[in-house]
């Protein structure tokens, strides 16, 4: 089964026969090509910056897009992502508008030196080492109405995470071999 196919299954399964929604949160910074596919194809989205924005910001921006299964975006976004760090998939039943203002609130962080950072948590190269290593407190608010992340390894393979009881749960990494 091609690598698309196996993310696409993993992203949809359970979905369609409950009250979850299926978003991605995807970066602008590292799919050039987004921003033009988002005023294209125009699925359902938030830019998760806030305000009007420079043109060179907006084209950098992280996005959280509700995929619709057979939207012309989902197809396009399973055809074109492969190996690409382009962002993370949520399973959650909140709408789009409460989801846009959940993750908001985790775009900045203070640093060791006190400065504010931004925190990349949609690059799945950070979200799992993120989740792995919060204390469990933090990542029950992380979570908040998600109940699933699905995302990229760096090792390759996909893997979902879910959080149960203050306890972090890991699915088991699909490989792509």
């Given at each position: 089964?091609?690598q698309?196919?196996?993310?696409?299954?993993?992203?949809?399964?359970?979905?369609s026969?409950?009250?979850?929604q299926?978003?991605?949160?995807?970066?602008?910074?590292?799919?050039?090509?987004l921003?033009?596919?988002?005023?294209?194809?125009?699925?359902?989205?938030?830019?998760?910056?806030a305000?009007?924005?420079?043109?060179?910001?907006?084209?950098?921006?992280?996005?959280?897009?509700?995929?619709?299964?057979?939207h012309?975006?989902?197809?396009?976004?399973?055809?074109?992502?492969?190996?690409?760090?382009?962002?993370?998939?949520?399973k959650?039943?909140?709408?789009?508008r409460?989801?846009?203002?959940?993750?908001?609130?985790?775009?900045?962080?203070k640093?060791?030196?006190?400065?504010?950072?931004?925190?990349?948590?949609y690059?799945?190269?950070?979200?799992?080492?993120?989740?792995?290593?919060?204390?469990?407190?933090?990542?029950?608010?992380?979570?908040?109405?998600v109940t699933?992340?699905?995302?990229?390894?760096?090792?390759?393979?996909?893997?979902?995470?879910?959080?149960?009881?203050?306890?972090?749960?890991?699915?088991?990494?699909?490989?792509?071999?």
């Amino acid at each position: 089964m091609k690598q698309q196919a196996i993310m696409r299954k993993l992203v949809f399964t359970e979905s369609s026969q409950t009250t979850t929604q299926i978003y991605a949160i995807l970066d602008g910074a590292a799919c050039e090509e987004l921003l033009q596919k988002i005023d294209e194809l125009s699925p359902p989205h938030y830019c998760l910056f806030a305000g009007e924005l420079e043109p060179d910001v907006e084209e950098v921006a992280p996005y959280l897009i509700l995929l619709e299964e057979e939207h012309d975006f989902t197809r396009w976004l399973f055809e074109s992502i492969g190996k690409n760090p382009w962002g993370i998939f949520i399973k959650a039943s909140a709408t789009l508008r409460e989801m846009r203002k959940h993750f908001r609130q985790f775009l900045m962080v203070k640093g060791p030196d006190g400065k504010q950072l931004y925190m990349r948590f949609y690059d799945p190269r950070v979200l799992p080492m993120f989740l792995r290593s919060s204390p469990s407190a933090q990542v029950t608010q992380f979570f908040g109405p998600v109940t699933e992340f699905v995302c990229r390894l760096e090792a390759g393979g996909v893997s979902g995470f879910r959080h149960r009881k203050g306890e972090l749960i890991e699915g088991v990494p699909h490989s792509f071999d």
